[in-house]
């Protein structure tokens, strides 16, 4: 369900030097007299009703990015411009939407319908259709950029705030009081980076838009004379396949999570076979058996006449060195292990340990699927802990050392060795039923039976309880 807009001020507020400043707001705040770069403090002096949520940087930016490939559709030349807004070189391309005009018209309906609100600037230079976005919004006349940025403030020339502060403090607040003021003193005072800015935004001097890279598509296809169907047939072709996928992705130095092989029938039905990996790898003989499984299901019909093997998911690989290419090869033996296990039983369902900050015996490790997590090289120095740890049990006895003779689960114990005790207090700060009792002092008990007991003494309700086995 989309979200309704916000009927008050809002802003987006980012963290810069220990300070939240506001980094994007809306249409209502910036009438009530906020700007970008404000303090959260001072924007909430002024406008005490003021709607903030904090600023999802890495989300903004993809979203940019996936705004630019959408932006594909006016013109193949798609840019970014600053950390908010695209640039488009239309040249050529304005006559299919009926022209200038038209073009933004088209867009601006389409970003409406998308639930965006934008500032649209379309002129014959990049500077003069960024000036319009940003203060005027609208078109400049052609060959005459100045007839639409003259009354524009300085600022619009996308120069230094001190800058800017310097210019309007000797009055020359509009782009057409720079153009009415003689060049040399301007240069002299304030550098040539001013006039620069000042042509490009005239057009007098050439600012290419620089188009985003697309990113790299991996996948290879296959198309056979006569259909197959026998299981070593299409495994062949799949060895075929990933080899020159793998070539891709070595030349990238990044590796494959997730693989989907595609097979094609003759009566144009398919079957897709997909396997995700523990690790990403780029290495065709290690994958090729991971695959045995899923392609053993396929059903081939009448015959199998185009693979199709694609990466839908890639990471990058660190950097190896020779000498640690032993520790590696174990390190992806390993990883070939969980993938075959978790081809049968989820990926997620194959789980490690690791340790986590915590003095509590039962928190003081985590589970993460070991797909996902990388094992701890050094886990930090503990006291010996058992092999099995459960609930605590009650057992029958008191006192402030371990009873001479106990049952529990229905066995009678006697106490053989001991060692202890080792206090442990709770963690206040987290709610827990099983630590309400207070201080635990526990203690190593070994039986005459044979059992190596993990023991613990409550002091302020006074009882004893097990809690683990050691081995």
Not at 322 to 351: C, F, K, M, W
Request: net charge positive.
């Amino acid at each position: 369900m989309r979200a309704r807009p916000v009927d008050a001020p809002f802003a987006l507020t980012a963290k810069e030097s220990n300070t939240d400043r506001i980094q994007c707001l809306n249409t209502r705040a910036e009438r009530a007299g906020l700007s970008r770069g404000m303090t959260l403090s001072d924007a909430r002096a002024l406008r005490p009703d003021l709607i903030t949520r904090p600023a999802d940087t890495p989300g903004d930016a993809g979203f940019l990015r996936v705004l630019a490939r959408w932006a594909g559709r006016y013109c193949p030349w798609v840019g970014l411009e600053d950390a908010d807004g695209l640039v488009l070189d239309v040249t050529g391309s304005t006559h299919l939407f009926g022209g200038e005009t038209g073009l933004i018209a088209d867009m601006r309906v389409r970003l409406m319908r998308a639930g965006l609100e934008t500032r649209i600037g379309l002129g014959d230079s990049r500077g003069a259709a960024w000036a319009l976005a940003h203060f005027g919004e609208g078109v400049a006349p052609p060959q005459q950029p100045l007839q639409a940025l003259a009354e524009l403030p300085v600022a619009a020339l996308r120069l230094d705030p001190k800058l800017g502060i310097g210019l309007e403090r000797l009055g020359l607040r509009s782009i057409a009081d720079l153009t009415a003021t003689p060049r040399a003193p301007l240069a002299r005072r304030f550098g040539n980076g001013l006039l620069l800015r000042l042509d490009q935004a005239l057009g007098t001097q050439p600012e290419p838009v620089v188009p985003l890279a697309d990113p790299p598509q991996y996948g290879v296809r296959l198309t056979l004379p006569d259909p197959i169907g026998l299981l070593e047939d299409v495994t062949a072709g799949t060895a075929r396949l990933l080899a020159q996928l793998c070539d891709k992705l070595k030349t990238r130095n990044q590796g494959a999570r997730v693989l989907q092989l595609t097979l094609r029938r003759v009566d144009q039905g398919s079957q897709q076979v997909e396997l995700r990996l523990a690790r990403p790898m780029n290495d065709p003989v290690s994958i090729l058996p991971l695959f045995e499984r899923g392609l053993s299901g396929v059903e081939a019909g009448y015959g199998i006449d185009q693979l199709r093997l694609s990466a839908t998911r890639v990471e990058d690989l660190a950097p190896t060195q020779i000498a640690s290419a032993i520790r590696q090869s174990q390190t992806e033996d390993v990883a070939a292990l969980i993938t075959r296990i978790g081809t049968r039983i989820g990926l997620e369902n194959v789980q490690r340990m690791l340790p986590a900050d915590s003095h509590i015996p039962e928190r003081s490790f985590i589970l993460a699927a070991a797909a996902f997590s990388e094992a701890a090289p050094n886990w930090p120095p503990r006291r010996a802990r058992p092999l099995r740890l459960f609930p605590p049990e009650p057992v029958a006895g008191a006192g402030p050392v371990p009873p001479v003779r106990f049952r529990w689960r229905r066995m009678a114990l006697r106490v053989a060795a001991q060692s202890g005790p080792e206090r442990l207090a709770p963690e206040w700060w987290l709610e827990d039923e099983n630590w309400r009792r207070g201080l635990r002092d526990y203690w190593r008990v070994e039986t005459a039976q044979g059992r190596r007991l993990w023991m613990f003494h409550t002091p302020q309700q006074p009882g004893w309880y097990v809690q683990g086995e050691f081995a």
